[in-house]
Structures are given as structure tokens and as C-alpha cells.
């Protein structure tokens, strides 16, 4: 039972876990607003970030006002109920510069070298075949980009360990909720 509430290595959520999931963030971003999880990357007008397991969308108004019209952010998920989210927050704020892309959680039908950020949040612990996701982000990530992995529902040495073990990543900090990251052998 445990794994299937934190959601430890099953790739994809029920459905059914996924509106749980919903319900429980709509209430808490009543209480706090989630824009205060964005402040850490230091978004900026002109970017291409990519939001890897965007879930409900919950950050995607922010991000896409950060990166700006001459920005673009892609909100990434293995979910089509994620998916279907994203679509209705581009909707219902006008996020012109926002693009929903369903991934199979191998391969992400965005091209090579194009994030300038990647963060994922609250999604890592939930990951299989964490070499692959690793390498597939730093396939997506441009040779000066940087990564932001929160640990999700698993201990900091555990994440630290995958990360370094996927030989694609340099951990370049860390602080309470996330670790940053730079790619390995990307010509600039």
C-alpha cells in the first residue's frame, strides 16, 4: 500500500491516484501558493524550460510568465489525465507559450538539446528505469543547461546515488528541497 500512496517506482499513478492527487494540491495551493517552488531556478525571459512530470500544471502559469512570449515551456508527463490538466490551465490562462507533451516515460517527443532548465518535482522516487530518464533529460538539456531534481518520497542519498550512477549528471548543489545539476561531456 505504501508504494502505490508515495507511488515508489510504478512509473505512472492510478488514475484514480492522480485525482486524489488533484484534490489534495487544490487544497493545499489554497493555503500556500505553489509560486514561491519556482524562486529557486532563477527562470528567465527567453527560456526553454521543461516541466518533466508536470502533474496537475500547478507551476506552469508561473513558469510560462517567467520565461515570457519569447519563452516556451513544455509540460511533460507520463499521464493523460496530466496531460488533459496541462491542456485546461493553457485554456483558462490564455499560456501561449506553454506545449503538452505525453511521454511513454522512455522517450519524450521534444528535440535534442533544447531546455535551457528541466525541473522535476515531486516525481523522481516514482521513476523505474532512472539511467534511462537520466539520460533521456540530458538529451533534451542544452550544453549549459541545468536540472533541478526534488527527491520526492525517497531519502537524499538515494537520489544523490542514482544520479551519479547515470554518468550523465554533476550534482553542482543542493539545498532542502532539491538538488541542481550540470550535464557531463556536452559539447558546447
Known amino acids: 500500500m505504501k508504494k502505490i500512496l508515495t507511488g515508489a517506482e510504478m512509473d505512472r499513478m492510478p488514475g484514480w491516484a492522480f485525482k486524489m492527487m488533484a484534490f489534495m494540491f487544490k487544497i493545499g495551493d489554497m493555503i500556500i501558493s505553489p509560486e514561491h517552488r519556482l524562486q529557486p531556478f532563477k527562470l528567465q525571459e527567453g527560456q526553454t524550460v521543461i516541466d518533466y512530470g508536470s502533474g496537475t500544471g500547478r507551476y506552469l502559469k508561473q513558469a510560462s510568465e517567467l520565461v515570457g512570449e519569447t519563452g516556451s515551456v513544455y509540460a511533460v508527463d507520463i499521464h493523460e489525465l496530466a496531460i488533459e490538466s496541462a491542456r485546461s490551465r ?99
Open 90 to 188: 493553457i485554456e483558462k490562462f490564455s499560456l501561449k507559450n506553454v506545449k503538452p507533451v505525453l511521454t511513454d516515460g522512455k522517450m519524450v517527443n521534444i528535440q535534442s538539446n533544447t531546455a535551457d532548465v528541466i525541473y522535476c518535482l515531486d516525481m523522481f522516487h516514482m521513476v523505474k528505469d532512472t539511467d534511462g530518464f537520466l539520460k533521456e533529460l540530458n538529451r533534451l538539456i542544452k550544453p549549459l543547461g541545468v536540472m533541478y531534481l526534488e527527491d520526492g518520497h525517497q531519502p537524499r542519498q538515494q537520489t544523490k546515488e542514482k544520479v551519479m550512477k547515470s554518468g550523465c549528471w554533476e550534482i553542482i548543489a543542493e539545498n532542502k528541497s532539491c538538488i541542481t545539476a550540470k550535464t557531463i561531456d556536452k559539447t558546447i
